[in-house]
C-alpha cells in the first residue's frame, strides 16, 4: 500500500463545476503540499499547510491530521485547470531528514 | 530570476551510453533535489543537497547512478551505463531553506530521458 493515496485518479467535469480532489495519507507528517503539473509537465506548488484551511482564490486546501486526510477544492472550475494534481507529505525519512513523499496525482480535465 | 533551468530539455540515448542531466539552481537557494517522474511510480526523490553536501541519497536507484554539486549553482545527474528502465522525466527543484512547513519548492522545466 502506497503512503500517499490520491482520489479520483482520473476526473472529468463540466466548466463551472465544484471540484474535490481527495489525498489520504498514512504515516505521520508534519507537513502536506499540494502541486500542479501543467499539460506541459512544468510543476507549480500550490500550497503547503499542516492544520486547518488555505485558500488562494478559486482554490481551497484543507487538512485533517488526525483523520491523515486532505482536500483540494477548486470552486467555478475553469478548463484551464485541467491539470495533474499531486499531493505530497513531508515525513521523516530513515536518515531522520524531512523528505516529500508524493502520490500519484489526479488528472483533471474540465471541459467548456 | 529566471527560475531553475535544466538542459537538456530532452535527450534520446542508446542502452549502455552515459547520460549527463544538468541543473542550475535559483541563485541563494542552498537546497537542490533531484526527482524522477513515471508513469507507474508518480514523482520519487532521488537526492538532496544543501549547500552542496548531499544529504539523503536513499533514493538512488542503483550504483550507476551518481550525482553531484560541485558549486551552488551546478549539479549534475549522471546515469552510466543507461537502461531503458531509466527513461523518465527527471526534475530539479531548489529551496531557499528546507525543514518543517515553511519552504517551497520551484521545479524545473524537467529533463525527458528515453533509452532505447
Known amino acids: 500500500k502506497n503512503e500517499v493515496e490520491q482520489s479520483p485518479q482520473n476526473l472529468t467535469a463540466q466548466e463551472g463545476e465544484f471540484i474535490t480532489i481527495n489525498c489520504s495519507y498514512s504515516?505521520?507528517?508534519?507537513?502536506l503540499h499540494w502541486l500542479q503539473q501543467h499539460p506541459g509537465g512544468g510543476i507549480v506548488s500550490l500550497f503547503m499547510?499542516?492544520?486547518g484551511k488555505k485558500k488562494h482564490g478559486r482554490l481551497i486546501a484543507t487538512i485533517n491530521i488526525q483523520e491523515k486526510h486532505s482536500s483540494l477544492h477548486i470552486t467555478a472550475s475553469h478548463p484551464r485547470d485541467s491539470a495533474v494534481y499531486i499531493c505530497?507529505?513531508?515525513?521523516?525519512?530513515?536518515?531522520?531528514?524531512?523528505?516529500?513523499?508524493f502520490g500519484t496525482g489526479t488528472r483533471l480535465t474540465i471541459i467548456p | 530570476d529566471a527560475g531553475v533551468i535544466q538542459s537538456p530539455r530532452h535527450e534520446v540515448t542508446e542502452m549502455g551510453q552515459e547520460v549527463t542531466l544538468r541543473c542550475k539552481p535559483i541563485?541563494?537557494?542552498?537546497?537542490l533535489f533531484w526527482y524522477r517522474q513515471t508513469m507507474m511510480r508518480g514523482l520519487e526523490l532521488l537526492i538532496y543537497?544543501?549547500?552542496?553536501?548531499?544529504?539523503?541519497d536513499s533514493g538512488m536507484p542503483e550504483d550507476r547512478f551518481s550525482a553531484k554539486m560541485p558549486n551552488a549553482s551546478f549539479s549534475t545527474l549522471k546515469i552510466q551505463p543507461s537502461e531503458p528502465r531509466d527513461s523518465a522525466v527527471y526534475f530539479c527543484?531548489?529551496?531557499?531553506?528546507?525543514?518543517?512547513?515553511?519552504?517551497?519548492?520551484?521545479f524545473g522545466p524537467g529533463t525527458r530521458l528515453t533509452v532505447t
Open positions: 527543484a531548489s529551496s531557499p531553506a528546507w525543514g518543517g512547513h515553511r519552504y517551497e519548492q520551484y
Open positions: 504515516v505521520g507528517i508534519s507537513a
Open positions: 499547510l499542516s492544520s
Open positions: 505530497a507529505v513531508l515525513g521523516i525519512s530513515n536518515f531522520g531528514n524531512e523528505k516529500l513523499t
Open positions: 541563485s541563494g537557494h542552498d537546497y
Open positions: 543537497f544543501n549547500n552542496n553536501v548531499p544529504i539523503d
